[in-house]
């Protein structure tokens, strides 16, 4: 893989990426870097040593190894940055654009919000046919959320960020924002592979990331954007009298069905194919501040 030689001069001289409030940056801080004319991406990582600096490597040389099977909307580390001679970090191609926890908080035609709730979902489609047509079956986006994906206004293209926490291959498991000890998925212990305390001496996530686990990160998203708050944080009782009074408003009976089978124990499904029939009255009154007025 390439490497950057940088100088502490140089890396002194780099200004921090601007992050909006919606992004958590807990791994590394991010450097705007111009490299011979091209707009680029430094991230520097807190941990350079180690085993969880070790399977950052791996990650990136994994994603490089296999590029020619994954998604072109997949922002992938392209090269590796050595400050004074020690590696620090990497870079990724800069991606123009606005990140989508922002835009679902923008207020704008309802139809956007889902046309880019959709592109999620079709992501995760493509992915799913990687896993079955190629040699590559064993990629999942694992940190799945709203913040990790990036919005080009010109042409209204997705990007995915923050690869270097998917599961690829045989590196280490990443923390994910929504696979955590107080999410949803602990009501389902068989579906969702919680890792055990032997395990968790190398992992530092908590669910060993699958198909199911990225299509639960994703219908969470969704019923973020309805709810207007994280709803991950309910528990089982309060989340299925939410999914009953969504059904009371006529959102579509596919959309219910996917969202009340994460729980259970048989295979997520992508809800892509049914987001544009929600209307713009049924997202209004999804949102918690009416819920709690009429439950």
Not at 214 to 233: A, E, F, K, P, R
Request: hydrophobic content about 35%; glycine content about 4%.
């Amino acid at each position: 893989m390439k490497v950057i030689r940088m100088s502490k001069k140089v890396f002194n001289s780099l200004s921090l990426l601007q992050l909006t409030q919606e992004i958590m940056n807990t791994e590394g801080s991010v450097y705007n870097y111009n490299y011979h004319g091209e707009e680029k991406v430094f991230k520097r990582l807190y941990h350079i040593e180690g085993k969880i600096f070790g399977s950052k490597l791996y990650t990136i040389e994994m994603l490089n190894n296999m590029k020619e099977y994954l998604p072109k909307s997949f922002y992938i580390p392209d090269a590796l940055v050595t400050v004074n001679d020690t590696v620090e970090g990497f870079t990724i191609p800069k991606a123009d654009g606005v990140n989508l926890a922002t835009i679902l908080k923008t207020k704008m035609d309802y139809k956007e919000h889902l046309y880019y709730l959709k592109k999620v979902g079709e992501i995760l489609e493509q992915l799913h046919n990687i896993r079955t047509y190629t040699s590559l079956d064993d990629v999942f986006i694992n940190d799945l959320h709203e913040a990790n994906f990036i919005i080009n206004p010109n042409n209204q293209q997705m990007g995915v960020i923050d690869l270097d926490s998917c599961k690829i291959k045989n590196n280490m498991i990443f923390a994910s924002r929504y696979l955590t000890p107080c999410g949803l998925l602990n009501n389902n212990e068989n579906k969702y592979q919680i890792i055990n305390e032997t395990e968790s001496n190398y992992h530092v996530g908590y669910v060993i990331p699958n198909e199911n686990t990225d299509l639960y990160c994703y219908s969470i998203m969704i019923l973020n954007y309805l709810y207007g708050q994280n709803i991950n944080n309910l528990s089982i009782d309060e989340f299925y009298e939410y999914l009953n009074y969504l059904e009371s408003l006529k959102i579509n009976k596919n959309l219910i069905d996917v969202w009340a089978k994460l729980l259970v124990n048989t295979p997520n499904l992508n809800p892509c194919d049914y987001i544009n029939s929600l209307k713009e009255n049924q997202i209004y009154r999804s949102r918690k501040i009416v819920y709690d007025k009429v439950k």
